[in-house]
């Protein structure tokens, strides 16, 4: 069985980078230890946080779940459409990945990270919540407006090629 490493070894690290950080003991809904990372605001000045967890029950494996739920609902009818759209957005990322929970009806980044022998490198993870923030930022108002019905799949596919051809003009996508 591998041992899961300490979360507080990652604050330095993150809070180096400028974010605040919060440990969470486990509780009877969330029954492990987590680690909240504060991002900046959102475009609408919405709060947003990463949730840091263990995947739990994994005995020959440490995987830490990065995990921010975005903060908007989605509207039942976009579901086919924003699917379409968030697989496109996933394909050209260095990190995935967005997605959905139809039954719930929200929008989420995860992103899980292997700890190999149950090591952890804090600043690797620094660097990966840096990096969750940037792709936050650069797609939420996209996918917010997908996920409400405001884009048909055609202006969905456009929005993105536009904000891709800002974000890497050499790509030719």
């Not at 919060?22 to 809904?29: F, L, V």
Request: with cysteine; aromatic share 8%.
């Amino acid at each position: 069985m591998v041992s899961t490493p300490d979360l507080s070894s990652l604050l330095p690290a993150i809070n180096e980078q400028g974010y605040t950080t919060e440990i969470m003991p486990p509780t009877d809904a969330a029954p492990v230890e987590q680690l909240l990372v504060f991002l900046n605001v959102d475009y609408r000045r919405r709060q947003r946080y990463v949730e840091l967890v263990f995947v739990p029950d994994m005995e020959e494996l440490t995987i830490l779940q990065m995990f921010v739920l975005m903060p908007f609902e989605i509207e039942h009818s976009s579901i086919s459409t924003l699917s379409r759209v968030l697989m496109q957005v996933n394909r050209l990322l260095p990190i995935t990945g967005f997605g959905l929970s139809e039954h719930e009806g929200w929008a989420y980044f995860r992103y899980l990270m292997i700890c190999p022998d149950g090591s952890l490198d804090p600043e690797t993870t620094a660097t990966t919540v840096w990096m969750i923030e940037h792709l936050l930022d650069r797609f939420t108002g996209l996918i917010e407006e997908v996920a409400k019905g405001g884009m048909t799949l055609e202006q969905g596919e456009r929005a993105l090629q536009r904000n891709l051809e800002e974000w890497i003009p050499s790509t030719g996508v």
